[in-house]
């Protein structure tokens, strides 16, 4: 697992996961006051208005005032009426939906906004995992060329050229790993990888310039470099760190 994809499940589980679960307790909080506002307010009311319009019908009118009771029975219970309907659309459905509707705008700001963050930082980790990378690959084909050039020294057509080729390739080499050891931070194991597959390699180019040029030295190089090789994979062993195959990536 690469550093990006283990920096982005990171965002992912410990940002952008319990903004969910709280933008999700807020909407739960929303119903929540609704039912409130329901069974503490506007269901007494309704109870009370039940009630009241039970005893306007069976209240006996007085004839008197021309049934003035039951007129003044019946507006109260419309104007509660009135007042329970106020507040089971103001105060129910009006207030759940204001809760819920800001609730979703600024979750959907805050997420955007997360979002963008997060592209950003993968961004810069993934450009710098890819320059670290491409040190790391630079090291190691520095260290082959070096070893290849050495390795042909014997060999009289390439000696002149090998030489330079050798120490640039060797000052190289050490750039590469220091600023790879410093930049990125690069554990010994992933150094050694890379390092072992430039040997791995440079033993078999040594092979193969050894029987085209029949050179003796150089195919003494080329066992040198194997048993730095098998030396390498026996110091490795009890460390579970491993070197990679000539095409694995180290």
């Given at each position: 697992m690469t550093i990006c994809t283990e920096i982005g499940r990171w965002i992912e589980e410990?940002?952008?996961?319990p903004l969910e679960r709280f933008f999700e307790a807020w909407l739960e909080l929303c119903e929540e006051i609704r039912r409130w506002v329901e069974e503490e307010i506007r269901r007494p009311i309704e109870v009370w208005r039940e009630q009241q319009e039970r005893r306007c019908r069976e209240e006996k009118c007085y004839?008197?005032?021309?049934?003035?009771?039951?007129l003044i029975c019946w507006f109260i219970t419309t104007l509660v009426k009135v007042i329970e309907w106020v507040?089971?659309?103001?105060?129910?459905?009006?207030?759940?939906?204001?809760?819920k509707l800001v609730a979703i705008i600024?979750?959907?700001?805050?997420?955007?906004?997360?979002?963008?963050?997060?592209?950003?930082?993968?961004?810069?980790?993934?450009?710098?995992?890819?320059?670290?990378?491409?040190?790391?690959?630079?090291?190691?084909?520095?260290i082959l060329f070096a070893l290849v050039s050495i390795a042909a020294i014997p060999i009289p057509v390439l000696m002149l050229m090998t030489w330079p080729v050798?120490?640039?390739?060797?000052?190289?080499?050490?750039?590469?790993?220091l600023v790879a050891r410093f930049l990125c931070q690069t554990g010994w194991c992933k150094v050694i990888r890379y390092i072992g597959w430039a040997f791995k390699w440079a033993t078999i180019l040594s092979a193969l310039m050894a029987l085209v040029f029949v050179a003796i030295g150089t195919g003494m190089f080329m066992?040198?470099?194997?048993?730095?090789?098998?030396?390498?994979?026996?110091?490795?062993?009890?460390?579970?760190?491993?070197?990679?195959g000539l095409f694995e990536r180290p």
């Open positions: 410990n940002i952008e996961e004839w008197l005032c021309l049934c003035c009771n039951k507040i089971e659309i103001v105060g129910e459905w009006l207030v759940e939906t204001i809760c600024i979750r959907v700001i805050v997420m955007v906004i997360v979002t963008i963050l997060k592209w950003i930082v993968i961004a810069i980790i993934c450009i710098l995992e890819a320059l670290c990378a491409a040190i790391m690959w630079a090291a190691a084909l520095a050798a120490l640039a390739a060797i000052a190289a080499a050490i750039t590469a790993l066992a040198i470099y194997g048993g730095i090789v098998a030396a390498i994979m026996i110091a490795l062993e009890p460390t579970g760190c491993k070197l990679p």
